[in-house]
C-alpha cells in the first residue's frame, strides 16, 4: 500500500518561498503507471490543483500559479518537491501531496498545513 | 473560478436517497475526460470514492454509485447513513487549462 507524506515549515513569511516535500513509500517515483501531484485546500474552502510532474520530469502547472510554482521529482530520494514563490497570505492552506492513476484520479497524502503570517 | 460546480448541499433522512451533480463543459466532461469523486471528512484527506466514472475502489460501499452523461456526472448515495455525513468533490481535467486538474466546488451531505 503506498504511503505519502508532506514535510515542510509549517509558517512561511510573506513574499518568500514556501517549499515542501512528498515522501512516498511502498511505490516508486520512478513507475510508469503513475505520476505525482500537489493540491492545496484553503480552511473551508475547496481543492485546488496545483501540478503535476511524471517520472520523465515532464510537468504541467495550473495556469493561474504557473508563474510562482515549480514541482521537482528526486528519484535516489523516492520524493517529489513543490516550490511556491513570492508568497501570500492568500496561499495560507493545508498542502496534499498525490500519487495520479493512469486514469487521472489521486491517492492522498494526510496533507500539510502551510501558513503564511509575518 | 471552478470549472465544474456542484450544489452547495444535499440532505437527507437516513436510508433514503440523494444525488450529487457536477456540472462541467465541453472542454472537461464532456470532451471525454474521466470524473473521479471523493469523500472528505473535515479534517482529513479526500478519500476515493468512485473512479473513472462509475468504478467503485475495493472497500467502498456498494451504495455510492456514479454515473456520467454529456458534461455532466452525477453520485449517488443510497441507504444515506449517518456517517455519510461528509463533503463531496468531484475531479476530471480541462483542455482549456491545459490539461490541468479540476475539482467540483464541493457538496456538503447532511444526514438528517
Given amino acids: ?118 | 473560478q471552478s470549472a465544474l460546480t456542484q450544489p452547495p448541499s444535499v440532505s437527507g433522512a437516513a436510508g433514503q436517497r440523494v444525488t450529487i451533480s457536477c456540472t462541467g463543459s465541453s472542454s472537461n466532461i464532456g470532451a471525454g475526460y474521466d470524473v473521479h469523486w471523493y469523500q472528505q471528512v473535515p479534517g482529513t484527506a479526500p478519500k476515493l470514492l468512485i473512479y473513472g466514472n462509475n468504478n467503485r475502489p475495493s472497500g467502498v460501499p456498494d451504495r455510492f454509485s456514479g454515473s456520467k452523461s454529456g458534461t455532466s456526472a452525477s453520485l449517488a448515495i443510497t441507504g444515506l447513513q449517518a456517517e455519510d455525513e461528509a463533503d463531496y468533490y468531484c475531479q476530471s481535467y480541462d483542455s482549456s487549462l491545459s490539461g490541468s486538474g479540476v475539482f467540483g466546488t464541493g457538496t456538503k451531505v447532511t444526514v438528517l
Fill in chain 1, 1 to 118: 500500500q503506498v504511503q505519502l507524506q508532506e514535510s515542510g515549515p509549517g509558517l512561511v513569511k510573506p513574499s518568500q518561498t514556501l517549499s515542501l516535500t512528498c515522501t512516498v513509500s511502498g511505490d516508486s517515483v520512478s513507475s510508469t503507471s503513475y505520476y505525482w501531484s500537489w493540491i492545496r485546500q484553503p480552511a473551508g474552502k475547496g481543492l485546488e490543483w496545483i501540478g503535476r510532474i511524471f517520472p520523465s520530469g515532464s510537468t504541467n502547472y495550473n495556469p493561474s500559479l504557473k508563474s510562482r510554482v515549480t514541482i521537482s521529482i528526486d528519484t535516489s530520494k523516492n520524493q517529489f518537491s513543490l516550490k511556491m514563490m513570492s508568497v501570500t497570505a492568500a496561499d495560507t492552506a493545508v498542502y496534499y501531496c498525490a500519487r495520479v492513476h493512469s486514469s487521472g484520479y489521486f491517492h492522498w497524502g494526510q496533507g500539510t498545513l502551510v501558513t503564511v503570517s509575518s
